[in-house]
């Protein structure tokens, strides 16, 4: 095994030297401040040799491997969470009471998405497994960050409980899949998997267990909890990187391992998609917190993805990742408004935001473009999203599914609409003061506002994406 | 040797009973336990395969099942103890302040 071999894990072998740094830096210096700053700069490194140095490749006897659409994966996910960081500075920084923790925290968060990207370029299941549950057992931590509050306690629980019992029965399924293949590997798989009741029911088992971590419905009980009860930050990484660190590993084993299989997830997706919609959608109208309103947008967005899995195209495959794109983007923009004013103020019910504009005028504006985004509204990014996924069904003939989508997407106008007319245009004679947010949180909001306007008019991203897809 | 479909039954029904009892059971350290049933179950499963088929990757698989089933434990029950500190309880009806 030579140098060159290992440099295709070079975003894992970065992401834990950088955990191992911070460590190490925790340990040495009293002045915990330093270490944020030195944190930064070395995952800014990291997401820009992402962004340089491409891999293609396979190890450990097809364990790992990396190509160039996986490389894209993980340059999503790397600066989402580089967005997450600079977003929770302040949160992390100006609280006391966390000042002690902020090398644990990056720590923990770091691993994490070293699991996910672990997970995304995993080759056979074991590995698959082990990334999964590198991920998901570190954001149980964080959800239960806040040790001495009882809701991020109990957040905590239900989370760690649901997430185990998942990864349970989707390990049944691997074990399954693994009895009637006699291989974990995927390129072995990819050959031997057919269409019998056992194996159905491995793959039933497997898919749940993977949209229980997307939340689609009816996998989704326990999302609005955990996001309520999680600080601010944990719930937007839960609901941007984890979310779509799942859908791309569900979209690589389905166009991969269960190609052969591609009739039944088909028909399955479409029900699972205009259920998780539907639903999602009609919870989130009636929520007055704005972190639980987020919540139920976020399921009901995760229902749009389906869209882009039906008839397993690549070209399908390339608008998952660019919805993704700027899901991760929009989603993140709306999460770190609420994170600036929750550190400021507290304050996270929807009526709070009376009045908002007057006060804070570059927040509410941010805070605009995401929800358009999130809702579609043409100039902004998150239309031209919307609108290819919508193209990929239309392609495929689901003309019924396509009349649900655009319905939803309409819905959707409306509550996102509300959250807009509170900020700008209802009265209040107390509205939140002028939050004056640092240097950190202005940063993440630039690179969300920057992603949420030029990432739907520059098309030569989409392109971009689209001749990495042709091998996935 | 015994046939390979008594393993699995038995794996099978152990599995059941584990998924039974975390739907069930309302005390969360219980839980833990019906969940570290599954597992073990499905390690049951994973090594009946493997000696049927004469394949080591399954006995590999167990290996890391146990140490991740032991990872989850430990974060699991350090969630647990946080919440008794702010609850004095384990039981799960009574951690409702979240709701729709």
């Not at chain 1, 160039?68 to 993980?74: A, C, D, F, R, T």
């Not at chain 1, 074990?175 to 990819?190: Q, V």
């Not at chain 1, 239309?383 to 939803?408: C, H, M, R």
């Not at chain 2, 969360?28 to 004469?54: D, H, K, P, Q, R």
Request: charged share 10%; glycine share 8%; hydrophobic share 55%.
């Amino acid at each position: 095994m030579t140098i060159d071999q290992f440099l295709l894990m070079k975003n894992e072998i970065l992401l834990i030297a950088i955990a191992v740094i911070v460590l190490i830096i925790d340990l040495m210096t009293d002045n915990k401040k330093i270490l944020f700053p030195v944190m930064i700069i070395l995952f800014i490194f990291t997401t820009v040799i992402g962004f340089i140095y491409q891999t293609d490749g396979e190890l450990f006897g097809g364990m790992y491997r990396s190509t160039p659409l996986i490389n894209m994966m993980k340059n999503i996910l790397n600066t989402g969470v580089l967005i997450i960081l600079l977003q929770s500075a302040g949160w992390l920084i100006n609280k006391a009471e966390n000042h002690e923790n902020i090398g644990g925290f990056c720590f923990i968060l770091i691993s994490s998405l070293a699991g996910m990207c672990f997970m995304i370029s995993s080759g056979d299941f074991l590995m698959f497994y082990l990334g999964l549950e590198l991920a998901t057992i570190p954001i149980a931590a964080l959800v239960a960050y806040e040790k001495m509050k009882f809701l991020s306690a109990e957040a905590g629980t239900k989370f760690i409980l649901s997430a185990v019992l998942s990864s349970g029965i989707l390990l049944y399924g691997i074990s399954i899949l693994y009895g009637t293949n006699g291989s974990i590997l995927f390129k072995d798989l990819n050959n031997s998997v057919e269409i019998t009741n056992l194996q159905a029911l491995a793959f039933i088992f497997i898919l749940s267990g993977i949209a229980f971590k997307i939340s689609l419905v009816p996998f989704h009980l326990w999302t609005a909890d955990v996001y309520e009860g999680a600080p601010v930050n944990i719930t937007s990484f839960l609901s941007s990187i984890s979310k779509a660190a799942s859908v791309f590993i569900l979209l690589i084993l389905l166009f991969t391992v269960f190609i052969n299989f591609s009739e039944i997830w088909n028909e399955l997706l479409v029900y699972l998609s205009i259920l998780t919609m539907t639903i999602g959608n009609l919870f989130a109208i009636r929520q007055q917190n704005l972190k639980r309103f987020l919540a139920f947008s976020s399921i009901a967005q995760a229902g749009f993805i389906p869209l882009g899995f039906i008839g397993g195209t690549s070209l399908g495959a390339s608008t998952v990742l660019y919805f993704l794109l700027i899901y991760v983007f929009s989603n993140l923009g709306a999460f770190g408004v609420v994170s600036v004013v929750t550190s400021a103020t507290g304050k996270e019910s929807m009526n709070d935001y009376n009045g908002f504009y007057k006060t804070n005028r570059g927040l509410s504006i941010v805070m605009m473009l995401s929800l358009f985004s999130l809702a579609g509204i043409p100039p902004v990014a998150g239309f031209f999203s919307k609108f290819f996924l919508f193209t990929i069904a239309a392609k495929q003939g689901y003309y019924f599914l396509l009349f649900i989508a655009v319905i939803n997407a309409t819905i959707s106008l409306y509550y996102y609409l509300l959250v807009v007319k509170a900020m700008f245009i209802n009265e209040n004679e107390q509205p939140i003061e002028k939050i004056t947010s640092d240097v950190y949180a202005k940063l993440g909001l630039a690179i969300c506002v920057l992603g949420i306007v030029f990432t739907g008019l520059f098309g030569i991203i989409f392109d971009y994406i689209n001749t990495l897809s042709k091998g996935i | 040797m015994i046939d390979i479909n008594y393993y699995l039954l038995t794996s099978a029904v152990l599995f059941s009973i584990g998924v039974a009892g975390v739907l069930i059971r309302r005390n969360a350290i219980v839980i833990f336990m019906c969940i570290e049933l599954m597992l073990n179950s499905i390690n049951l499963t994973l090594v009946a395969f493997s000696a049927f088929l004469g394949s080591i990757s399954g006995q590999i698989f167990v290996f890391i099942v146990m140490t991740v089933a032991a990872a989850e434990a430990a974060v699991g029950l350090a969630i647990v103890i946080a919440l008794f500190r702010n609850k004095e309880s384990v039981n799960i009806d009574e951690i409702n302040i979240l709701k729709w």
